[in-house]
């Protein structure tokens, strides 16, 4: 993520030492020889100019900035930045008084606004940092206790407290849905737990990586394996390719092919044809834990059982395809038959390995759950993220409130992703979700969406179901619950 830090001064040179390590600090200066004091601190782009002008402000990529600062010695230059960053559509900025007398003008932009003091940078950090919650320091500032927020994807997520082997902190508190916990050493850290840390001052910055870093578990929270059918050519060639490149792109620890059991076949020809498919598929699947699973009945039931029975992270099948009203009725068809098996289904359209991924910008339950599997996906497959938000057209009622929550969801996503390294590119579209999504997802090889609830009527698919048809993409359709 970007901040653009505005003047070089005092707390500039504090909040350098504070921010953590995802965050790319640009530096707006107009007087050269003040870079001279922030150097050593860590590594940060330099751009002289006034910071109150738009240009050195896009010189200094606001149109790409997820933050501004304003921390000047003149409050003249510190609120016209702080309003050009607003007039761009920046969520986080925050302003530093040079006189306190000044709080009024910058309360009046509706900004967040602290008088320069010891606490400005820890208090500005907080705000930029959005698992952490607050700080404060004790003990004649050699100790620190500062709260957190437990992501799905932390790194001490589901651990126990004795497990974390800490020796210079120690967590003190934790709220769990409102109720306050003293833990002890079997105390299993929660997402969303909010954790109050204590610990010396001087290891501030391990206690953030530790509370804060994210790494990708997709799908381990359904299962560790991915099963898919076998039954031609084709489907080696795609539905059967594509869970191959799953499980390498994702951390699934296992492949499961589903194939017709040759000794209840009846067709002599089938039998013959299967028995090269299979050692084909041994030839490619070299370097993958791979198991091989006949099966009697129909593949999809043997698929529905396994999915209900084993450990079984994603469902991999071929999208369905068909014109206008064939595409609906099998659309319908295989989200009704596989949807309610609990577990992320991927439609296959062979478009591996993935170089772009689409996912929703929406901070709904069933929209956060789509954006981190695509984060996960995209920080283990090294694929590009693209966050698309949608807003209705401009002259519908409440339109303004619905493009500031998209916005603040853009933000979501791309925060979450830059835990993970994952940089998300931010697109926004007004009018019909289904168009702007089938705009968008043109150059994607995969879509993630959140599952849509069933049966579904092949009168009224509803946004996925029209998505699933007029998108070239694979799509992976993530259920909103365990």
Do not use: C
């Not at 320069?116 to 404060?136: F, I």
């Not at 206790?145 to 020796?167: N, W, Y």
């Not at 492949?255 to 067709?267: E, F, K």
């Not at 057209?393 to 979501?412: I, K, M």
């Amino acid at each position: 993520m970007k901040a653009i830090v505005v003047g070089a001064g005092g707390t500039t040179r504090e909040l350098l030492r504070r921010l953590g390590e995802r965050w790319d600090v640009v530096v707006v200066e107009a007087d050269e020889d003040r870079f001279t004091q922030a150097e050593g601190i860590r590594d940060f782009e330099r751009v002289i100019g006034d910071g109150s002008s738009g240009l050195v402000l896009k010189r200094a990529g606001l149109d790409d900035a997820d933050a501004l600062i304003a921390g000047t010695h003149d409050d003249d230059v510190n609120l016209e930045a702080l309003r050009i960053a607003k007039d761009a559509g920046l969520l986080r900025v925050v302003g530093v008084a040079a006189d306190p007398e000044r709080l009024p003008d910058y309360r009046a932009l509706e900004v967040p606004v602290f008088a320069p003091d010891s606490m400005t940078a820890r208090n500005v950090e907080v705000l930029l940092e959005p698992r952490r919650v607050a700080s404060t320091t004790f003990a004649q500032g050699k100790a620190e206790a500062i709260e957190f927020r437990i992501s799905p994807d932390a790194p001490v997520a589901g651990k126990r407290l004795l497990d974390l082997h800490a020796e210079t902190w120690v967590i003190a508190a934790v709220l769990r849905e409102g109720e306050l916990i003293v833990p002890h050493g079997s105390t299993r850290l929660q997402p969303g737990d909010s954790v109050t840390v204590v610990g010396a001052a001087s290891d501030f910055a391990a206690i953030v990586r530790t509370f804060t870093a994210g790494e990708s578990r997709f799908p381990l929270s359904f299962g560790r394996k991915v099963v898919v059918g076998l039954t031609s050519v084709s489907d080696l060639d795609d539905a059967v390719s594509e869970a191959m490149s799953f499980v390498r792109n994702t951390q699934a620890e296992q492949l499961v092919v589903v194939y017709p059991d040759p000794a209840t076949q009846r067709d002599d020809a089938a039998e013959e044809e299967l028995a090269p498919l299979l050692e084909k598929l041994q030839l490619r699947t070299d370097g993958l834990e791979l198991e091989l699973r006949p099966t009697s009945d129909s593949i999809k039931d043997t698929l529905l059982q396994l999915a209900d029975q084993e450990s079984v992270g994603a469902l991999v099948v071929p999208a369905p395809g068909g014109g206008e009203l064939l595409g609906r009725v099998r659309t319908a068809k295989v989200l009704n038959d596989y949807g309610s098996a609990g577990v992320p289904l991927l439609l296959s359209r062979s478009r591996h390995p993935y170089s772009n991924i689409l996912v929703p910008a929406r901070r709904t339950t069933a929209g956060e759950l789509a954006g981190r599997a695509g984060i996960d996906i995209a920080h283990t497959s090294g694929a590009g993220l693209t966050g698309v938000a949608v807003v209705p057209p401009s002259f519908v009622s409440g339109s303004e409130e619905a493009l500031e929550q998209a916005r603040r969801a853009a933000a979501w996503l791309r925060e979450e992703a830059a835990v993970q390294g994952v940089h998300v590119r931010r697109r926004l579209g007004r009018g019909n979700p289904v168009r702007v999504l089938e705009e968008m997802a043109g150059t994607a090889s995969l879509v993630v969406l959140s599952l849509p609830e069933l049966p579904m009527s092949p009168l009224r698919p509803g946004i996925v179901g029209h998505v699933i048809r007029r998108v070239p993409a694979s799509l992976l359709l993530v259920p909103v619950s365990l």
